[in-house]
């Protein structure tokens, strides 16, 4: 087993970054034939807390969701690729922005639909929030 290590939080939050494929199928349409919002904003919360967590290494739990921008609709039948980055580490919070692209299964066909960011706090086993990085470390932010 390797131990992952990286020198600085620059490098932690590049390693972090978390990229997520889906296929649209119809079972996660609404009566247009687009992805649900829902299901959009499910997936976002869950690259969100994967990239979240792979930075901090620490329980996560979402605490809020802020401006989520549905520019283009999402038809069945085209793949989505979900991208999650760490935005901003606090104390005991960080900030994920998570970007939908959508891309046409036949064709070269790529563009952004939907964007959001969403914060996370670190928990401790009594579910207290607790920090996130070192002293040392919070000064490389």
Not at 16 to 41: Q, W
Not at 56 to 64: A, D, E, G, L
């Amino acid at each position: 087993m390797t131990q992952l290590t990286f020198p600085t939080v620059a490098d932690r939050i590049a390693a972090a970054e978390t990229r997520v494929f889906k296929a649209v199928f119809p079972s996660t349409t609404n009566h247009y034939d687009t992805l649900f919002g829902g299901t959009a904003l499910q997936l976002m919360d869950e690259v969100a807390f994967i990239a979240a967590t792979r930075f901090s290494r620490k329980r996560m739990v979402t605490v809020s969701s802020d401006k989520i921008n549905f520019t283009k609709s999402i038809p069945a039948g085209t793949i989505i690729e979900l991208i999650g980055r760490v935005e901003h580490v606090g104390n005991t919070s960080i900030r994920v922005a998570v970007e939908i692209y959508v891309e046409e299964m036949y064709s070269m066909e790529r563009h952004s639909a939907i964007h959001g960011t969403f914060t996370f706090v670190a928990l401790d086993e009594q579910k207290k929030p607790i920090r996130i990085l070192e002293p040392a470390e919070l000064a490389q932010v």
